[in-house]
């Protein structure tokens, strides 16, 4: 399903590096590779419960991907693209999706926006049909544009939340439904009675607990300039992290690069000086969406917002071969590169 993850692409999580740089111990380990969302997805737990807490992780998110791809027309928000202004009700997970999206893009003035997915189609980056559309045709579809045309509330007759859009107005997940349904399955393999565990989806990865052993994962960070490398590892235990990078889903038409992040104000690829940006914190579902508005924001806006957060943590990548690193990850980063200069920020 394209449609859903034209970001989620292309966060080099080596589960070979998580395993060989410590040890897991004896424990028995279970590890599962599904496809959903149209990206692989790495699955291990660890412990007597270990299968059946892969098992009901891998469900999580044939469930979820069943419930919101724009395109399936018998899902959720399939229905709300299509209901011509009228709302439709949606469970307290997808309400969770839609309602961290908001409170995102409110603190990021609109950086991050649902409501663009019928300009990622246009772009070609949803059926990979890239193309270069003029200008004329962005304008007509931003008029379409805007958190505004989004509404939420709880449905009063059901248990649950009914959401519109307006007429002409299509939305999708896949800005926040990365790390939000990898933090459902690994909910999922918590409940089935696993301590240790690690899920690995695209540009998201979340942990459960520690490694068997008790040490920290290792979680790479993939090199924008050299996909096949990676720049260093995050030392970490139990949580999330998501990233978002213009290395992939890219397309090169009349001489420009074009990648898939764009910015909802002009409707084209983000132009922030960014090449990537990796969010760490708990919840994965708010990694998600601040990796996408962050990005678009550029630097000096990411490092802002992030100062009077300070709720996570952040590795930017910027076009001119810097790391910029937030100083809660001075312990936790470990370079394997000199390509590029490393500063770490307070």
């Not at 899902?75 to 309400?95: D, L, R, W």
């Not at 049909?129 to 962005?138: G, L």
């Not at 590795?315 to 590169?337: E, Q």
Request: net charge negative.
């Amino acid at each position: 399903m394209r449609s859903v993850f034209t970001k989620i692409i292309l966060f080099a999580v080596c589960l070979g590096l998580c395993f060989s740089l410590a040890g897991c111990g004896s424990e028995k380990m279970e590890t599962k590779q599904i496809t959903a969302f149209n990206a692989p997805i790495d699955i291990t737990a660890y412990g007597r419960h270990a299968e059946q807490g892969v098992s009901d992780a891998a469900a999580a998110y044939t469930s979820m991907e069943a419930m919101i791809d724009p395109e399936l027309e018998t899902s959720k928000i399939y229905a709300i693209n299509h209901a011509g202004g009228a709302a439709i009700t949606v469970n307290a997970q997808v309400a969770g999706m839609i309602q961290t999206a908001q409170q995102v893009s409110e603190q990021t003035d609109g950086a991050l926006d649902l409501t663009v997915y019928p300009l990622v189609k246009l772009w070609g980056f949803v059926d990979d049909q890239f193309y270069a559309p003029e200008e004329s045709e962005i304008d007509a579809l931003l008029e379409h544009v805007g958190m505004d045309k989004l509404s939420i509330a709880p449905d009063q007759e059901n248990s649950g939340y009914l959401v519109a859009v307006a007429d002409g107005t299509e939305i999708s997940l896949s800005s926040v439904a990365g790390g939000a349904v990898t933090g459902f399955a690994v909910s999922a393999m918590r409940a089935a009675g696993v301590e240790s565990g690690v899920i690995s989806m695209g540009g998201c990865v979340q942990t459960l607990g520690q490694k068997p052993d008790g040490s920290l994962w290792n979680i790479a960070i993939m090199d924008p300039n050299n996909p096949n490398d990676y720049l260093g590892y995050l030392s970490l235990g139990e949580t999330a992290v998501c990233t978002s990078t213009s290395t992939d889903h890219s397309f090169t038409q009349r001489g420009s690069l074009f990648h898939h992040i764009l910015n909802p104000e002009s409707g084209e690829p983000s132009n922030s000086g960014l090449r990537s940006v990796v969010i760490i914190c708990q919840d994965g579902q708010l990694a998600d969406c601040l990796s996408t508005a962050l990005f678009v924001r550029g630097e000096r806006e990411a490092l802002k917002y992030w100062r009077s957060s300070r709720s996570f943590e952040m590795v930017l990548i910027t076009n001119d071969w810097r790391m910029v690193v937030t100083d809660g990850l001075y312990s936790a980063f470990h370079s394997n590169t000199d390509s590029y200069t490393i500063s770490y920020v307070k």
